[in-house]
Structures are given as C-alpha cells and as structure tokens.
Nanobody
Framework: QVQLVESGGGLVQAGDSLRLSCTAS?????????????MSWFRQAPGKEREFVAA??????NYADSVKGRFTISRDDDKNTVFLQMNNLKFLDTAVYYC??????????????????WGQGTQVTVSS
C-alpha cells in the first residue's frame, strides 16, 4: 500500500505563489527504488474533469501547456516528497490539487486512469 498526503494549499491573490507538497509512505513505497515511480500533480476545478498538471520521474519532468513557465515540479527522495512550486497564479488555477503515483501501471502519465494511488487533495483558490 501507498499513502499520499498533500499539503500547502490555500487562498491567494492572482500573481502570488504557493508551494504544494505530497509525502508518500507505506510498505509498498518503501520497497521501491527511490526516484523510479512517476509522481504527478493533477487538478480538478468545480464541474470539470481531473486534468494533468505536472509529472516527474527521476529527473525527467513534464508539464501541461497551461502551467509551463509558471509551475515547477521537484522531488526530495530522502523525504519521500514531491513538490509543486506555483508562481504567478491565475484565477483559472483555482482547483483541488491531487498528487498521484504510478507504480504498477506503465501507461501514459497524462491519463488519470493510469495512476495507482491518489492523495486526498488540497484546495487552491486564487482570487482575481
């Protein structure tokens, strides 16, 4: 089993920054070679489907076009944590942000259905 716990969400104004954290734990997680599992951030706005934001595996990162140049995903494997630094936030970034990890599934990291574990989500609200 893997548990993912997100933190760092909040209410900010447009143009502000936030850093989200997601810490992994559990027996299955401890059995993995550090850095090998894909860890990603998705978000879901009210009335919309969950959408891909950013992913990291080892040192390889990928971003949705809507966040390129503003968001940065990183990981600290010693702390079992992945971060999402969000700069120049916009109203349209308002959503619940979820951390997910692919351990057993080798499908596209852009697809929700390819993730094995999810966190509970953290709310990010950007006022315009």
């Amino acid at each position: 089993q893997v548990q993912l716990v997100e933190s760092g969400g909040g209410l900010v104004q447009a143009g502000d920054s936030l850093r989200l954290s997601c810490t992994a734990s559990g027996r299955t997680w401890r059995s993995l070679v550090p850095g090998t599992a894909v860890m990603s951030w998705f978000r879901q706005a009210p009335g919309k489907e969950r959408e891909f934001v950013a992913a990291i595996r080892g040192t390889t990162t990928n971003y949705a076009d809507s966040v390129k140049g503003r968001f940065t995903i990183s990981r600290d494997d010693d702390k079992n944590t992945v971060f999402l630094q969000m700069n120049n936030l916009k109203f349209l970034d308002t959503a619940v942000y979820y951390c997910g990890t692919q351990i057993y599934n080798s499908g596209s990291a852009y697809m929700v259905r390819n993730y094995d574990y999810w966190g509970q989500g953290t709310q990010v609200t950007v006022s315009s």
